[in-house]
């Protein structure tokens, strides 16, 4: 690496700094742009006592599912966690602590924590689980409640095409989370299909500018689909 | 008779209107799309970030990073547009969607909705079902009205942990149409062959029963 490139060539100094008990944010949305090769690799180095905030906790065998068969994950921040077998093992049992979090504000509190925001009132969750022990404030006659940014020791993410600037494009729904996680985390590493040349890629059509990028890594991915659903001709 | 699911797929399909921006929930709300009027354009969203989802791929389209919020791979139709989970969630709480329809465990005559949880049984997570029913003010619940044992889920008070608070103001369910105003049920329409005693004995909370409601036409 060296000026504004971005770009490392191996997964182990992509994570290289990542120790016990850090928070990490993922990208992903059940298993569509998750960061496979970087989840890989943070079970081989078999970091333990992480707090990670992702969309979902992966599945059985299969992407932030890997952390769990080694109880690597202290606490789970997370929207939606079933099709996980182990995942509710381990809570029910105890072993790993779980918040819940409305998607639309998990998504904002990665927003938030990228763009130093420090905390944002919503309506989602008033009067729910999710609003107990929360400030509620009313706004023009509704009631909000006052959440928190978040913001991770590492956040790891997984895009289409960069340029070696670290600028890059998402392809279809593979974008979701991951654009706030990248922004989220004080060392963002992000793993794409394809690296161009800088100049390769159209200002324009950038979604996500290289600031925000850490390290950047090729990578080849499996694509894992959790629902294959077709119609027929 | 109650409702098939098909039927109330149709039924939801009634309150679209030419040129809605719908975001559909997982299960009967999906099937809703299948009965969209000839004509008609209603456009999908879906919150992973998709607006313009269109029908499951054929075999030889399917993409893995082409998926709805229930995982299953999908097509995008003409006109479609791709964004952030951010940006899916502020159209959503900003109020841009037209209509949303979602699911339910129960709902009582407060408009307050409990659809994720179930205490001790099952966890897994209000996904966006939170933000939808907060940010949106067209709403339309899909549900049974009762369990297989005959315990109504329309009641006075949800027993389970709420999705949102006061924030429903119509329930289709397999044997009713009913509106939320003023802390009752109003009766709006009956499934066809379903009475009024019926129904009047599977609603727990308040009910209103207006002199004349008619049966769904389909």
């Known amino acids: 690496m060296s000026g504004f490139d971005k770009v490392v060539t191996s997964y182990e100094e992509a994570m290289a700094g990542l120790e016990d008990n850090m928070t990490v944010i993922a990208g992903g949305f059940g298993l569509c742009g998750i960061p496979e090769n970087l989840i890989k690799e943070i079970k081989r180095r078999g970091t333990k006592g992480l707090t990670v905030a992702s969309n979902n906790a992966g599945v059985d065998g299969a992407g932030l599912g890997l952390l769990l068969e080694d109880k690597q994950i202290k606490k789970m921040i997370a929207s939606y966690v079933g099709e996980n077998a182990l995942f509710e093992a381990q809570m029910m049992s105890g072993e790993l602590e779980v918040a819940l979090t409305p998607q639309g504000t998990l998504a904002e509190k990665m927003r938030a924590g990228g763009a130093g925001i420090p905390a944002f009132y919503t309506a989602t969750g008033y009067g729910t689980p999710v609003g107990e022990g929360k400030e509620v404030r009313e706004f023009n006659g509704k009631q909000y409640i006052l959440e928190e940014a978040l913001c991770g020791d590492f956040a790891i993410a997984k895009a289409w095409k960069a340029d070696c600037y670290g600028n890059l494009v998402f392809r279809k729904t593979a974008r979701n989370f991951n654009p706030m996680a990248i922004t989220a985390g004080k060392i963002a590493v992000v793993e794409v299909e394809e690296i161009v040349e800088v100049g390769q890629l159209d200002p324009d059509e950038i979604h996500l500018p290289g600031i925000y990028v850490n390290r950047l890594i090729k990578g080849t991915f499996e694509k894992t689909i959790e629902q294959r659903t077709v119609r027929s001709a | ?218």
Request: charged letters at 20%; hydrophobic letters at 45%; a negative charge.
């Open chain 2, 1 to 218: 008779m109650a409702l098939t699911r098909e039927q109330l797929a149709q039924r939801v399909a009634q309150e679209f209107q030419d040129g809605y921006y719908v975001n559909l929930g997982i299960g009967i709300p999906t099937l809703a799309a299948n009965y969209i009027p000839g004509g008609m354009q209603v456009m999908l969203q879906s919150e992973n970030g998709l607006l313009g989802m269109g029908p499951f791929p054929l075999d030889e389209e399917v993409d893995p990073d082409l998926i709805n919020a229930g995982k299953q791979t999908v097509t995008m139709i003409e006109g479609a547009s791709l964004f952030s989970s951010a940006e899916s969630f502020a159209m959503i709480r900003g109020g841009h969607v037209d209509l949303t329809v979602l699911g339910a465990f129960e709902v009582d005559c407060q408009g307050n909705i409990a659809s994720y949880m179930i205490p001790g049984k099952l966890i897994k997570g209000m996904g966006g079902a939170m933000d939808l029913v907060a940010g949106a003010d067209n709403i339309i619940v899909t549900m049974t009205h009762a369990s297989k044992s005959g315990q109504s889920k329309l009641l006075s008070e949800c027993t389970l942990p709420l999705t949102g608070k006061g924030c429903i103001k119509r329930v289709l369910t397999d044997l009713a149409l009913m509106d939320i105003e003023g802390g009752k049920f109003i009766l709006r329409e009956r499934a066809p062959g379903v009475t009024i005693e019926e129904i009047v004995g599977l609603t727990e909370g308040a009910l209103i029963v207006p002199d004349d409601v008619p049966e769904m036409v389909f």
